[in-house]
């Protein structure tokens, strides 16, 4: 186990990281100012390894599993909008279905992910609403990913993002969540929170894995 004195959280940038646990493959360190645990860089996936694990996913288009599945972000964000809105689909992956959703509901859509959809030109304008949803906990640099996003946003607009919340400790321990290799920062309430008090947004937990910040 390397020096926790290397560590820097990629949340706040805090370097007070404690050891939270470790299994057969990784440790896990929370840092002590915004609670984020995260797993050190020397023990994630290179780029490749985590494409290809991406890769294997399927993502039908036509899964109805999946639609009722991204429906606990689509549903609460839809109620929010007025009238035809844009969107973004932020780490949209290689089946963008959300972003389909929204544009069979009549909104127009953009999507961005880092492997699949890698045009950088729409993060260059402002959104309505912005969906995030299971990309955050694969994020080396979560702090500086919200911050542009949060800035992408038009005022009053909101950013959707689903993610499996750390409850406590013990829970933590036998967590399947966890156990994804491409899972690299995993956020509690205590965390969003805090994320929320620095970009100066409201935020709204819905059911036990979907958070929404609103641009004041």
Not at 29 to 55: F, H, M, N
Not at 78 to 103: E, I, N, Q, T, Y
Not at 125 to 142: K, N, S
Request: glycine fraction near 6%; proline fraction near 4%.
């Amino acid at each position: 186990m390397q020096n926790p004195q290397t560590l820097q959280c990629g949340l706040c940038g805090g370097e007070q990281l404690e050891h939270y646990h470790q299994d057969k493959f990784r440790d896990y360190w929370q840092c002590q100012g915004c609670k984020l645990v995260s797993v050190a860089k020397w023990q994630r996936l290179t780029p490749q390894a985590e494409k290809a694990i991406y890769d294997s996913h399927e993502n039908d288009l036509n899964d109805q599993g999946y639609r009722r599945f991204l429906s606990r972000v689509f549903e609460p964000v839809s109620a929010r909008l007025v009238g035809v809105s844009d969107g973004l689909d932020f780490g949209c992956g290689p089946g963008p279905l959300l972003a389909k959703m929204f544009s069979e509901a009549g909104h127009t859509m953009a999507v961005y992910d880092l492997y699949y959809a890698n045009d950088t030109s729409v993060l260059e304008r402002t959104y309505d609403f912005i969906t995030c949803t299971e990309v955050i906990e694969h994020l080396a640099q979560p702090g500086k990913v919200l911050e542009q996003l949060i800035s992408l946003l038009n005022p009053g607009a909101p950013l959707a993002m689903m993610t499996k919340l750390v409850i406590d400790h013990t829970r933590f321990a036998s967590w399947h969540y966890k156990n994804d290799q491409t899972h690299i920062s995993f956020f509690s309430r205590e965390t969003f929170k805090y994320i929320a008090k620095q970009l100066n947004t409201d935020i709204e937990f819905i059911g036990n894995d979907v958070i929404i910040l609103t641009k004041r």
